[in-house]
Every structure is written in C-alpha cells, then in structure tokens.
C-alpha cells in the first residue's frame, strides 16, 4: 500500500515559493488501479514522483508497506526505484536509434544482468504486451500506441509491484487509449498496483480508487464501491 502521511512539498523557483502538495493524506491500496486527476498545477506529478521515491516531501510521509520512503538513503531509493517500481510516461522516453527489444533489455542490462537473462526477460515482456512480432522494429517504425506498449513492456522487465503511469494515454486516440487501459488493468489482475495521473475519463470510470486534487489539496477520494463497482 502507498500512503501519504500529511505531506507537503513546497518548491523554490528563485524568489517564488510553489507549495505543489499542501497536507495531503491518502492510501492507495495494493492490487488496485487507482487514478490520480485534477487540473494542471493541481499537484498530480509531483503525487506520482513522491509516490515512485522520485522525489521526497518537504515534510510529511510517504510510506510503501510500511516503509518510510523519506527514511531511505540515496542508494536506497534507487534501489527501490529499480526493483519495485515501473514508470510509464507520457512520451515514451524511447531510445530512438534501438530497437523494441533493445530499448526494453536495457534497464536489465545497465544493472550487469546477462545478455541472456535480459533477452529472455524482454522478450517476455514484449509477448504481454502483445509485440512479439515487433520485437525488431526502432520506435521511428511503430505507431504511437506500440511504443506506448514498448514503454510499459519496458516498465514490467524487472516484475516491480508499483507502476506509476504519467498520462499514458495523453498521445493516443481514443482507441488505443482504450486498448492501454485495458492492459493496465490485466497488470492489476496479475497483482500489480498501477498509479495513473490522466484527464481521460474512461480510465477515471474503470478505477478502483480516484483521488482528485486541487491546488495541492485532495479535493475527494472515492472508490469503485462508492461509485457503485467493486472492489
């Protein structure tokens, strides 16, 4: 479970002071897609890098299974972010000169994992994300919906738990978006806990938990049970 504890972040940009999170207090429960909306400036991406230890609070606590995020050290936050969380961005972050398989080898292979272990791995990732027949192709080759799968393939190579999605289906028409939910969604049956910040509110619909800020404050958190689901 990812819990905020009371958490504030407050950045300075020279003389101007940006309070992003003012007293924000959720729990995210695991195994669940929870949905992170509000409008721009309302404090979404910096939920999500606290949330993934991007980033840690001017004060207050973000915890993950009990574990006091702020607590860790800086090698222990990498640590972290290496083999517990999975990052999904808006615009792929895709090394354009490597190919599909290439791309999603990497953050194997920049932890010294075999060449063989990270081509197996990678080469599963891509066949649940349904790629596997596009392993070859550099990201100039695929549409914007297959990198998008490229991207979450990448962001499964190391079996995290937490994956955080930043807008994943910002560049997408409405039926690739449909098909990324449905994905994030069969991550959630298979026991992931998936974080999305979006304005797309088919997403919103199918959460099992939204949280909706507004200048920096949580706004309403409800869940699917109250929206007449099931959680």
Known sequence: MIAFHDVHKTYLMGETRVDALQGVTVEIPERRLAVIMGPSGSGKSTFLHL???LDTPTSGRVSYNGTDLGTLSSRGRADFRAKSVGFVFQKFNLIPNLSALRNVEMPLLLQNASASDARKRALDALATVELGDRIHHRPSKLSGGEQQRVAIAR???NDPKLILADEP???LDTQTGQRILLLLKALVEKGKTV?????????????DALVVLRDGKVESFSTSEGRGGHL
């Open 51 to 53: 949330a993934g230890c």
């Open 155 to 157: 962001a499964l190579i």
């Open 169 to 171: 289906t910002g560049n």
């Open 195 to 207: 974080i999305v910040v979006t304005h797309n509110p088919e997403i919103a619909e199918s959460a």
